[in-house]
């Protein structure tokens, strides 16, 4: 294992892991033996630590624009919540599909390209932008695994989230102070050098967000999961739509709104986590400087480990896909991440509703994962 971040204190978090697994509330411990009386209790606590944000009832969306984009039937839509900007996100169905279809909310990366949101996993009416495409050749195969999905026949929804996109911080809005790396906000033009910039200002600026909200007392996954809680509300209220049978997955950011909604949102069937397992002991000695605070929420390692939030959902369908040589995770925490899921889902029964699978190569969701990811979700969410 490669030097841990924090020198001559690794010793010491090493000890207060090690003397604190399993966690307290781990399903994992021996005095927990019945499913039922163990997760309303895990799930109670984890969320008093998550702490959602007050994102009001469900959003009315209203329709921007429709078109049809390679036998797809793509809606824009744009809703509004208590705080923030309007929410912009696309509804995609395949041409002529009436429903009801299984549902699928299409969560996107992080990929340190705040300036996008919904554009980077979904194609609607709007040109592919040249970092888009060179994000989706690196990360997706070229692909717009929305629209994809979207085509086999599912309801999909992929909606900008807090700090992205349309609901992204403009630099005009904060003090001349923070306004870092010449940024400013982007012309329409969506010039490659301002929004590169911009990038690289949103992505120092999450520091003054992450102490913004803990010291209002939220936490950065408590605001995503309210957002995208309330973006599964317009997903299930669709007509074309089963409420019983929603899906949601995401790569790496996608990844951890995903291990946060699923574990925690019991309308979720299915789910799939690519790219954003690990453990709490992997972020705070190993990786941690590999990522953005969104993971985060203090105090839950006392009672989770990160892989056991996820593990909230058992015994519902669930799925994990890692990549051998991502850069952002040490390959022996994924295993060990890996282990924990297996053991909360065989101890209760379910080990044939997990699943997770090790790929050759970096940081992706690329064709071959996506192609035995949706096979896998056809299983259970296809009639």
Known sequence: MEPNMVGAYGDFLAEVFAANDPPLLSFRRPEFRDLEEWRPRAKEKARELINLSDCGGPPKPEVVATTTVDEVEVERLRWRLPYGPPTDAVFLKPAGAKGPLPGMLALHDHG?????????????????????????DDDYGGKAWANEIARRGYAVLCHDTWPFASRRVLVKDVPECIRWNGARDVTEAEEV????????????HEDIWAKSLYGAGLTWPGMFLAEDMRAL????????????RVACAGLSGGGCRTVYLAGMDERISAAVCVGMMTTWRDCSLWKGWTHTWMAWTPHLARYLDYPEILGLRTPKPTMVLNNEQDPLF???EMRRADEMLR???????????YVC???????KFDREMQEFAFSWLDQWLKR
Do not use: M, T
């Open 330 to 332: 040490s390959l022996e």
């Open 112 to 136: 340190g390209l705040k300036y996008f949101g919904w554009r980077k996993i979904a194609d609607a009416d709007i040109p592919v932008h040249p970092i888009i495409r060179r994000h989706r």
């Open 193 to 204: 050098a301002d929004i590169v910039a911009y990038n690289r200002w949103a992505a120092q």
């Open 343 to 353: 053991a909360v889902f065989e101890k209760a029964g379910a080990g044939d509703r």
């Open 233 to 244: 509300d317009v997903l299930c209220a669709r007509p074309e739509v089963d409420a019983s």
């Open 357 to 363: 699978r090790f790929y050759p190569g970096p940081h």
